[in-house]
């Protein structure tokens, strides 16, 4: 070999590796940034939710046989869509539905009448497979809870953090979590297993901003799908509980607070559109999680209502994204990515209305122990007053007789 052609080897080699490394780099940042890679003539077709991956229908097979048309239909209707935009992927005949998917579609059969559902990653508890013989209400269930947002530092990038004239700061992530953590003595002194999906104001993910270039797919997406990928194959609880505060969307502070609980439900046209947000649906419709969410929801309303006073909050009546779960005015369906992905019953509690005048009142008052008169009634703090609210509720729920 010629030593000019030796050059032209060393040459192409660092090209090569140039490109080898390159590649890497971008397949790296592919990894932590993007969906899986999906061929551009496909994507159309592959129609995802943001990181969202492309499901594997086969998993639905477990519930051949178990619900019968009536149930599927009445879930479905009610429950999980708004209007009949659902009928474009999901074909019903009286003994099959058929499911429009990126490949062949899938067929369930119905049952004649129902059955029990086989849960849905893994068999979570119902209240009425509680031992009847438990010493306490909440003994051998598992109980997720997660505190919204993530605070701290990371308060401000979340838009999760409120900065007004004479109030301290506010920020709904470092609140949840305090909340949380006198939540789950509560629940555990009523005899449940329980574990926080964050224990910090930090996220769950890996992933920071900078990996995306526009920050909500951090805290949104990519830091739920770390909590979902955390309960779904670690805790896999008997139930999530959500805890949030609400805000409103006055640019100053004014009077008046609410409450509302958020089940999963109400798909948009859009959402069901995507293969795994449709595919998310089924799965949730199909296990049955909704027949343990309303009553147990409904159980915590009134809890709230005792504890807090607060009065329903009411979505506007044309709102897309929303539909009233009418046996209780606190109830409402909305798709959230965490009530969507956490595989078995979900909670999303969204009480008080942390820019309102009364509840900067509570702020000012602090975390204490003990009773204080605030807001014309003797009250404990914001912190202890939501996790008593919250545990008071499931005790009530699950020391009820069952069906
Ligand atoms: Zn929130």
Known sequence: MTKGGQTTSIHWIVIALVFLIAGYLLTREGEEALPPPIQTSLRTELALAQLGISPDWSH??????????????????????????????????????????????????????????????????????????????????????????????????????????????????TMTLRTAKYLKPLL???????????????????????????????????????????INQKIKPDLVICLHYNASDSPVPIPGQHFHIILPGAFHKSEIAHHDERFEMLQRLLSGTIEEEVPLATSLAEAFKDHTDLPPYAYRPDHPYSTPLNSNAYLWARNLLATRLYQCPVIFLEPYVMNSTDFIERIKAGDYEGIKFIDGKNRRSVYREYAHAVADGLASYYSSPHD
Do not use: C, M
Not at 188 to 198: F, I, K
């Open 188 to 230: 555990e002194n009523l005899g449940a297993s329980v574990t926080l999906t964050r224990t910090k104001e930090e996220p769950v993910t890996q992933l920071r901003a900078k990996n995306f270039p526009d920050p909500k797919l951090f805290y949104r997406t990519a830091e739920i799908r770390a909590r979902a990928e955390l």
């Open 60 to 173: 639905l097979d477990r519930f051949q046989n178990t619900i019968s048309r009536d149930t599927f239909l009445d879930r479905l209707e009610t429950i999980y869509t708004t209007n009949d935009s659902w009928k474009k992927w999901i074909e019903v005949s009286d003994t099959e539905a058929t499911f429009i998917t990126a490949e062949d579609p899938f067929i369930l059969r119905f049952a004649k009448s129902d059955k029990n559902p086989p849960g849905s990653i893994w068999n979570w508890k119902k209240r009425s497979e509680l031992l009847p013989s438990r010493n306490l209400p909440l003994e051998g269930l598992i109980i997720a809870i997660d505190p919204g947002h993530i605070g701290g530092e990371f308060a401000k990038i979340e838009k999760r953090k409120l900065n007004y004239l004479h109030s301290p700061v506010i920020e709904e992530g």
